[in-house]
């Protein structure tokens, strides 16, 4: 029996690519993000390996939701003891920080293992549309 081989790159380069978050509604861009931030549109793409690419969101504060999601959206927080249950509206989330409810959605579509915490530190996140990144590429 032929026995396989398993290509694993050398190096790894890293482009910046900008996101406009006012475009879609928040799923889809966090599923973009989420693709750019994982490295699964490179051709030598290797799950076990981090070779994404930085991911600049423009235009937080103005994204995007469908139907009635802010106000029936609910996100918990359970801190472990009794009566440590924390519940805040989308609607007030998006009042206070808009960044975290896109950076939420990312972070829970990427895998949970050791590579998630570093992927999700090239995510930047800019209110407007004015940064001082050097971008490669818009998406």
Not at 12 to 22: K, M, Q, V, Y
Not at 80 to 91: A, V
Not at 97 to 114: C, G, Q, S, T, Y
């Amino acid at each position: 029996m032929k026995s396989q081989k398993t290509y694993i790159p050398k190096t790894t380069t890293r482009a910046w690519l900008e996101i406009d978050a006012s475009a879609k509604p928040v799923g889809r861009v966090a599923t973009v993000i989420a693709n750019a931030l994982r490295g699964k549109g490179k051709r030598d793409f290797t799950p076990h390996l981090d070779m994404g690419d930085f991911v600049v969101a423009t235009n937080v504060e103005n994204i995007k939701f469908t139907g009635r999601k802010v106000e029936q959206k609910k996100y918990h927080h359970y801190s472990g003891y009794p009566g440590g249950l924390r519940t805040k509206s989308l609607k007030n989330l998006i009042a206070e920080k808009p960044e975290d409810v896109l950076r939420r959605a990312v972070f829970n579509m990427i895998d949970d293992h050791k590579l998630r915490k570093p992927m999700m530190r090239r995510l930047k996140m800019v209110k407007g549309a004015t940064h001082e990144f050097k971008i490669d590429k818009k998406i």
